[in-house]
């Protein structure tokens, strides 16, 4: 299978290990990955400009087009701003007629079909947990682990179509065919705090140590994430250390299936067999 891989901003410049994690764990279940000459999805503009933002995710969409691709990306922020400008294109008439203008200007069309797939989706729905399970290796014992749903991807689920917005099951079911045990989590479809951490740092940084409070008290080791917002607010106590972790750790999903699978280390950053071995 051929996916066009969006990587979104935050990966190429600020989390390179989760993108070295997720291109070798494509690599691992057979799928080849196309990069495309992308740019920002729009999400970042969409307070100030909604025709610029809602045109850059479009555009994307155009290109991939092109190469009669699907899109797949990592970030769930992406993730959502494609789908809310996939579903605000087909029932705004005038939004679209403006958004195909621009397409037209840059020698560019949209009919309307292109699929935009998450990590998450995409090997819940398209690769499938039992076919998953089956290519672990090195199934990962003895710990427990807690996830961090993303915002954007669960709501509204009208737009998305991820999950069940107030009790999803794909994530935990993902985790659970390495081998890890998931435990039930109040907080795990609630804002990590990153979204509001430039207007009011402190309410983010307050709802960063309600999570890995509420997280040890579980009885999780591990928090985590396949949405690089989240993220990267969850490893901000490795450079403030006035943030209690209460002994959780945060850990990309893309490095836990990764360890159980078998794949090399020194692919990421922080380590499958630092963290699992």
Request: hydrophobic share 35%; net charge neutral; aromatic share 10%.
């Amino acid at each position: 299978m051929r996916l066009a891989y969006f990587p979104g901003c935050k990966i190429p410049f600020y989390m390179k290990d989760y993108g070295a994690s997720f291109e070798a764990l494509m690599l691992r279940l057979g799928i080849e990955l196309v990069k495309l000459p992308f740019h920002c999805c729009g999400y970042p503009a969409g307070n100030d400009d909604f025709l610029t933002s809602m045109y850059c995710a479009i555009k994307n969409l155009a290109v991939a087009q092109q190469h009669d691709l699907d899109i797949i990306t990592p970030c769930k922020c992406c993730f959502g701003q494609f789908k809310h400008a996939i579903h605000r294109y087909h029932q705004n008439l005038e939004l679209k007629d403006d958004i195909d203008h621009l397409l037209d200007s840059e020698n560019l069309s949209w009919a309307g079909k292109t699929k935009v797939k998450h990590l998450l989706s995409f090997l819940y729905h398209d690769v499938g947990v039992g076919e998953l399970k089956k290519e672990i290796t090195n199934p990962i014992e003895g710990k427990k682990l807690v996830v961090q749903y993303g915002c954007h991807a669960l709501r509204p689920f009208s737009i998305t179509r991820f999950d069940h917005p107030y009790t999803p099951k794909i994530f935990e079911e993902l985790v659970q065919v390495t081998g890890i045990q998931t435990v039930e989590w109040p907080k795990s479809t609630e804002c990590c705090g990153n979204p509001v951490a430039d207007t009011n740092r402190a309410l983010s940084l307050k709802i960063l140590k309600s999570k890995f409070k509420s997280a040890s008290e579980a009885g999780a080791d591990y928090i985590c994430s396949a949405c690089t917002h989240c993220q990267i607010q969850y490893e901000i106590p490795g450079y403030d250390s006035t943030i209690d972790t209460f002994g959780v750790r945060p850990v990309l999903y893309t490095h836990v299936l990764g360890a159980a699978l078998g794949i090399e280390s020194s692919l990421s950053t922080q380590g499958s067999t630092g963290l699992f071995g």
